[in-house]
């Protein structure tokens, strides 16, 4: 595959790791902030290939495990009726509810589907007009351009049986509650590309100035991540701390305009709870008034009286954030496993939780 | 069409043609059940065991044990690319035979139909599965049908049994893999999954991708012929790669690598895995083979599989190993290592 394969190259990763080697005089710790990139660095095993010096944390950049419970709740509470058609991105199906996830509510009868892109719930909504569908808008700044996009597309066709649950987060704002807490130990970071492919990377030269800490554009192949990973150390090795781009193929400093133009039109900044870290002021997108109608909290309001419950044994948030690590936990590898998840870390393959639990069992 | 015709005292040389779907009716035992097997199912499966038509078939087993399986096939859509569920229905058992060793000889096929089926539909899938039979040289020589009502079946299920014999000296097994042991695949992995969800997801691809399901026991009876020295075998169907592997190495207690770079996979299965966020590691196959045997012998069982067409794009993948017994481990394209586990649960295609 051409323009994947480049990026996957061993001989360049060598090459990089040999460059990476001679630039590290230091112990020094980076926090890559998206599950994508967490996914890549533990399919391709580029963590155990690093220097000892570098220790990567696995930030709360997967849109899965910060969705706030109380959300996962709701959508467990909408899917469970018989008038709706839930749609979803397929790896929030297996996120714990505070009692059960959206595959036994679709056991149990409920109507759940999978949905590659919002436009194809929009398509299950006009095939369905009986019935409303709701599209679980999550995901960071990657998503949501889609995501509003569809609810343009509702409103211009005129569709009443569609509705979303938004649940947004910001990649910024993470970095900025990241910083301001007093535990968090992260010399750099390196940023979403996706996210920035999206957004640009303008937002981040004031965090940067600010906490005093280099923030590298990462893309998502080993030697992309490689290529971030040498920019950060390069910067941190040299006292300096600037917003790098090491995914130029992809990223400009203003980022896509029509894109940002959608996501401004459809959405506005709000509060956000995330998932095991808590609310993060002006960290999430909700709808703007005039999209109410398309509003599965609004529609449906009996699905805000909903009292959440979790496990008061997962620690997932200070995972998450870097403070704990997950054999720390308590529940790890014993009520808490990848078949039998407590916390959404312990979910998706690139998670914190299951990776631990995953390479705990080869090092044993 | 079948309303207004009257059915009392009615006899017609083609009576099936008379109904275009499956009714309740053909399930009932009475003269439509019999007019379904006598029209449609005994001319397809045309065999004298079947002939004998009783509640049980005799058959004269071959000296040596016999191999018994079962397995039942519920695929969506029931046509896809490459084959159909009929075919996958003969050919899953037959593998299942094949990969114990055993010489697969007779099926039973149990019909659960729904309500609403085309008769048409179903009268292409019992000749596509007696064309399988035939190829892979196999009996049917029992079967069954039952009809469900209309959305209680995903137009039909199909369950078959297999009874195979497995040849004096031949030990298969999967605790037989032993540190040293040579890996190998019989061919491109993924292609069955991705020609399935290609359809199911209405996702259209430059090159159209097939399913590869084919009896394997041809190509099973070739590496025999090289060689005994065969310890483990295994069609990677559900799970694909990674599950067997896994199923393997916690049979047999022992560690397992790999080296992804030497796993055959087509271009346009891996381009269709990157899109859709699926590993092609897990994915569904059902004509391809996992093979665990003696290091010494690898490369005549290798060679025995690139010249029988099933095995053309055979390779020679990884090793068994005595550390981390239970895990499978692989090289992966950058030189780096990683665990390969079992899929959890559903494969879920990733959100970013």
Avoid at chain 1, 7 to 18: E, I, M, P
Avoid at chain 1, 100 to 122: E, M, T, W
Avoid at chain 2, 200 to 208: D, H, K, M, V, Y
Avoid at chain 2, 307 to 327: F, K, M, N
């Amino acid at each position: 595959m051409k323009y994947i394969q480049e990026y996957r190259d061993a001989d360049l990763t060598h090459k990089l790791l040999d460059e990476l080697r001679r630039a590290t005089t230091r112990p020094w710790t980076l926090m890559e902030v998206c599950g994508g990139q967490t996914h890549s660095i533990i399919k391709t095993g580029l963590d155990q290939m690093l220097p000892q010096e570098i220790s990567l944390i696995h930030g709360p950049g997967c849109p899965v495990c910060v969705t706030p419970l109380e959300l996962v709740d709701k959508a467990i509470a909408l899917a469970s009726r018989p008038d709706v058609i839930f749609t979803s991105y397929g790896d929030m199906l297996r996120v714990p509810g505070s009692s059960r996830d959206l595959f036994a509510v679709k056991a149990a009868g409920g109507d759940v589907r999978i949905v590659y892109s919002p436009l194809d719930a929009l398509k299950i909504a006009r095939d369905n007009p009986d019935r409303t569908v709701v599209f679980f808008a999550i995901g960071f700044e990657t998503t949501a351009p889609a995501n509003a996009m569809a609810v343009v597309q509702a409103q211009a066709q005129g569709l009443k049986n569609f509705a979303v649950l938004v649940s947004h987060v910001t990649v910024p704002a993470a970095i900025r509650a990241l910083m301001e807490s007093p535990d968090v130990r992260v010399d750099g970071f390196l940023a979403a590309g996706h996210v920035c492919t999206v957004m640009g990377f303008w937002e981040y030269e004031p965090l940067a100035e600010r906490y005093e800490i280099p923030i590298v554009v990462t893309g998502f192949e080993p030697v992309d991540i490689l290529h971030g990973i040498l920019d950060c150390v390069r910067e941190l090795e040299a006292g300096e701390h600037t917003v790098g781009n090491a995914y130029a193929r992809a990223v400009t400093r203003d980022g896509n305009q029509p894109a940002q133009a959608v996501i401004r039109r459809v959405f506005e900044l709000t509060d956000r709870a995330w998932r095991g870290i808590g609310v993060i002021p002006m960290s999430g997108y909700k709808l703007r008034p005039e999209f109410a109608a398309i509003d599965a909290e609004q529609r449906f309001p009996e699905v805000q009286a909903i009292e959440t419950r979790e496990s008061p044994l997962c620690i997932s948030g200070l995972v998450l954030q870097g403070i704990r690590k997950p054999v720390e936990c308590p529940a790890f590898g014993k009520q808490c496993t990848p078949q039998t998840p407590l916390g959404a870390t312990m979910v998706s393959s690139e998670g914190a939780c299951a990776a631990y639990y995953r390479y705990g069992r080869l090092t044993k | 069409m079948t309303e207004n015709v009257n059915l009392l005292g009615w006899t017609c040389p083609v009576p099936l043609q008379n109904y275009p779907t499956i009714v309740m009716g053909h399930g009932a035992g009475g003269k439509m059940m019999s007019d379904l097997i006598e029209h449609l199912f005994a001319p397809a499966f045309d065999n004298p065991l079947l002939a004998q038509m009783g509640d049980a078939t005799a058959l004269e087993l071959p000296p040596g044990r016999a191999a018994f399986t079962t397995d039942s096939f519920v695929v969506s859509p029931l046509f896809f690319p490459g084959g159909d569920i009929g075919e996958l229905a003969v050919n899953g058992t037959v593998n299942d035979l094949a990969m114990r060793g055993a010489r697969p000889l007779f099926l039973s096929a149990g019909f659960i139909l729904e309500e609403g089926l085309a008769m048409d539909n179903l009268g292409r899938l019992v000749t596509s599965m007696a064309a399988a039979a035939r190829k892979a040289g196999v009996q049917v020589a029992t079967g069954d049908t039952k009809v469900v009502q209309r959305g209680h079946g995903d137009g039909l299920y199909i369950n078959t049994s297999g009874i195979g014999v497995i040849p004096e000296g031949i030990e298969i097994g999967p605790d037989r893999a032993r540190p040293g042991d040579a890996l190998l695949v019989s061919g491109t992995l993924g292609d069955h999954g991705i020609a399935i969800l290609s359809v199911r997801e209405g996702l259209q691809f430059e090159t159209e991708i097939r399913s590869d399901t084919a009896p394997l026991n041809g190509l099973v009876e070739a590496m025999l012929g090289a060689t005994h020295a065969v310890h483990c075998l295994r069609d990677a169907t559900r799970g694909g790669l990674s599950a067997v592997l896994n199923e393997l190495s916690g049979a047999s207690k022992v560690g397992i690598e790999f080296d992804e770079r030497s796993v055959p996979i087509r271009p346009e299965v891996n381009a269709a895995c990157e899109m859709l966020g699926l590993d092609p590691l897990y994915i569904a196959n059902e004509g391809k083979l996992v093979a665990i045997v003696a290091a010494d012998k690898a490369q005549a069982i290798l060679e025995a599989m690139k010249a029988h067409p099933l095995g053309r794009d055979a390779a020679l993948i990884g090793r068994v190993v005595e550390t981390h017994p239970g895990l499978v481990t692989a090289k992966t394209s950058i030189g780096g290592m990683r665990v390969v586990d079992l899929p959890a649960g559903e494969l879920l295609p990733r959100i970013c």
